[in-house]
C-alpha cells in the first residue's frame, strides 16, 4: 500500500519536495492544522520604524507579515535559507542569515559579528519565545519585538483530521508544536501503521510530553531535511537502499 505524507504546517509544500516525494513512491496531501494572520503594527513600533538598523526575521511568514513596512536602508538578518527565500521573492536580499536554524543560535551568530549598539526590530509569532530579544538586550543591543502575527488553530484543516485518521500506512509531519497541538486538541486515535514525524528539538519535545513517540526527526531542522530523513529511512527499512 502506498504510504501518504500530511504536511500539516500552513503554507503549502514547495513543488520541489513534493517532486521527490511522489519519485520516492509516496502520496502528499496538505492538511494545514494552524493559521497565521497579520497584526496591526503597535504604535510603539511605528515610532521608531525611522530609527531602526536592523530587523530580524525568524520565518517566512514574518517576512510577509512585515513586508509593508520594510525600509531599503535596514539591514535584515535571518533564520536559515527557508526565510531568506521568503525575501528573496520580495526582492529584497538578507545581510545575513544565520548558519543554524534555531533561535537562539541564530541570535549567537549575529552576536559574534561584535557590532556595536544597534537597534533592532523583531517581528514574532504570537507565540514566540521571549529569550531571543532577552540575550540581544543583555548583549547591549536595543530591541523591539511584538507579535506580528497570531498563530491559532485551523478548524478547516482540524476538519479534514478524521478523513486520514481512519486510513492506513499514515506519515504526519509537524514543523511547530502549535500545529501538533492543533492536532491534538480533536484527541486523534493512532493506528499502528502511522508515524510521526517532526521539524526539530522544539517540535519532537512537544509530541513526547503528549505520550506519542517520534519516528523521524532530521538532525538540521528544515522541512527540506524532515522530507529527506522520511524518504531515506523508509528506503532502508524496505530494503531499497
Not at 77 to 85: K, L, M, N, V, W
Not at 109 to 127: H, R
Not at 147 to 166: F, H, I, K, R, V
Amino acid at each position: 500500500m502506498v504510504k501518504k505524507i500530511i504536511f500539516t504546517r500552513e503554507q503549502a509544500p514547495d513543488s520541489t519536495w513534493l517532486e521527490e516525494i511522489r519519485r520516492a513512491g509516496f502520496e502528499t496531501h496538505h492538511v494545514p492544522l494552524i493559521r497565521c494572520q497579520s497584526l496591526p503594527l503597535p504604535e510603539a513600533v511605528q515610532a521608531i520604524l525611522p530609527e531602526a538598523n536592523w530587523v530580524f526575521f525568524t520565518s517566512a511568514v514574518a517576512v510577509e507579515a512585515f513586508n509593508p513596512y520594510l525600509k531599503a536602508d535596514y539591514q535584515i538578518a535571518t533564520i536559515g535559507p527557508q526565510t531568506s527565500q521568503a525575501l528573496d521573492k520580495l526582492g529584497r536580499a538578507c545581510d545575513f542569515e544565520s548558519s543554524s536554524h534555531y533561535g537562539l543560535d541564530f541570535i549567537q551568530e549575529w552576536l559574534d559579528l561584535a557590532l556595536p549598539t544597534q537597534k533592532i526590530l523583531l517581528p514574532q509569532s504570537s507565540l514566540s519565545n521571549p529569550s531571543l530579544a532577552e540575550k540581544l538586550k543583555e548583549a547591549g543591543h536595543e530591541v523591539w519585538a511584538w507579535p506580528m502575527y497570531e498563530t491559532t488553530s485551523n478548524p478547516a484543516g482540524q476538519d479534514q483530521l478524521e478523513t486520514y485518521l481512519s486510513q492506513k500506512d499514515v506519515i504526519w509531519t509537524f514543523a511547530s508544536p502549535s500545529a501538533w497541538q492543533s492536532f491534538c486538541a480533536i484527541k486523534p486515535h493512532l493506528a499502528t501503521s502511522h508515524r510521526i514525524a517532526v521539524i526539530g528539538q522544539t517540535t519532537a519535545q512537544a509530541v513526547k510530553e503528549s505520550g506519542y513517540g517520534v519516528d523521524y526527526q532530521p538532525q538540521s531542522p528544515s522541512v527540506e531535511e524532515m522530507v529527506k530523513e522520511i524518504i531515506k529511512k523508509e528506503e532502508k527499512k524496505h530494503g531499497i537502499l
